[in-house]
């Protein structure tokens, strides 16, 4: 036997209220010396048997009501062999799932929002015939869910689920939740909410009660809480152009800032600017711990046309903000002709030596025209 709400059982201690009040009443009798005993008389050993059997029986009947409603809250379930013993609620279940960007953390176990994944699947291979089940993820999702009774489409739809970039609002997951148990079958209402748990999101969980009635019961599964080790993680905030002209063979410059989130510091990072695909170049730098700081870094485009510009910091826990993209646009030298019958004069020396680099150059004769 176990127990679906096992916190009720500490409720057991109530049950010892009756018999500590029955040995505090019980009080040594008292000797009274009286002259005549024919009050003695009145009273039969029968009845003074049948009075403490009375109040015997009222403790035990007591004691067992306050057990066996502490046992009605704990839900107890029996597991056995036996057909004739064997008992299953059917659940309605509810599943709110953190696909938000800080479950893209890995830790030694892997992914985060992969093993919060696998308990998704462990929770559905646990129902039975007669559940029923819905999906909620906390980002990103408008439309409004129901409850699945085809197990194995809700399994490829959480296999194929990814992280999302939007912000993450369990309140909103709360009133779809709620939405949906409106609607529910069976008298048990089970709550899974699969997440890291970051301070953003703790907030509504504290007024979280309003939401739900009572014969709904809320289970917090924490991904993260057996990690030993410290998430590191550095992030690309944003990326500006120091140039205000791009051109051919001259240098763009690029401001990079990167943030360290953690508590410690690092030294000898590897920044690294990709052109259409091709590394361009690199820059090391040091970061301190819980600090932002500019990184400098250029590139210099060898042909006109568009450019798409990745800037990519080191691998770490969170590679979601480890890459920052950027596109630019590098134009064709402007056309300049030239009319003149002069080919050796100031002017034409000039921009012909500009031809190809700056601008696109022509002569034309005078005669041509």
């Known amino acids: 036997m176990h127990f679906l709400n096992p916190l009720y059982l500490l409720g057991l201690v109530a049950a010892s209220i009756p018999v500590i ?14 002259s005549s005993i024919r009050f003695l008389k ?78 998704v699947n462990h929770l559905i291979s646990n129902l039975k015939d007669g559940d029923e089940l819905s999906v909620i993820f906390s980002s990103g999702e408008a439309e409004q869910p129901s409850f699945q009774f085809n197990f194995e489409a809700v399994k490829d739809e959480v296999s194929r689920s990814n992280i999302s970039v939007l912000p993450s609002s369990f309140e909103s997951a709360f009133r779809r939740a709620q939405k949906v148990l409106s609607k529910a079958k069976n008298f048990s209402k089970e709550i899974f909410i699969i997440s890291d748990f970051q ?59 990167i943030r360290n989130n953690s508590e410690s510091s690092f030294e000898n990072v590897v920044l690294s600017l990709y052109a259409n695909g091709e590394k361009s170049t690199q820059r090391i730098f040091n970061i301190k711990a819980k600090s932002a700081q500019n ?19 080191e691998s770490d826990a969170l590679d979601y903000d480890n890459k920052y993209w950027l596109g630019i646009i590098v134009p064709e030298p402007p056309k300049v002709a030239l009319i003149t019958d002069n080919s050796t004069g100031y002017l034409a020396t000039f921009l012909r030596s500009l031809d190809g680099k700056r601008i696109q150059y022509r002569e034309i004769s005078p005669n041509s025209i």
């Not at 009040?21 to 009286?34: C, Q, S, Y």
């Open 21 to 34: 009040i029955h040995l505090l009443v019980l009080r040594k009798n008292k000797t009274i010396e009286f």
């Open 42 to 119: 009145e009273l039969q050993k029968t009845e003074i048997r049948r009075l403490k059997l009375k109040q015997i029986l009222l403790l035990i009947l007591r004691t067992l009501i306050i057990v066996f409603l502490v046992l009605s809250f704990a839900r107890p379930v029996v597991k056995s062999n036996f057909p004739l013993l064997k008992t299953y609620s059917n659940v309605s279940a509810i599943v709110i799932l953190d696909n938000s960007i800080s479950m893209d953390v890995s830790d030694e176990f892997g992914n985060r929002f992969r093993q919060a994944k696998s308990i």
């Open 199 to 257: 301070k953003s999101s703790l907030l509504p969980f504290s007024d979280s009660t309003k939401f739900f009635d009572e014969n709904t019961t809320l289970h917090l599964i924490q991904i993260g809480a057996e990690s030993k080790i410290s998430i590191n993680n550095l992030s690309i905030d944003t990326v500006y152009s120091l140039s205000s002209i791009y051109e051919v063979d001259k240098t763009i410059d690029f401001e990079v800032r």
């Open 295 to 313: 990184v400098i870094i250029s590139f210099v485009p060898k042909s006109s046309g568009a450019y798409r510009c990745m800037f990519e910091i």
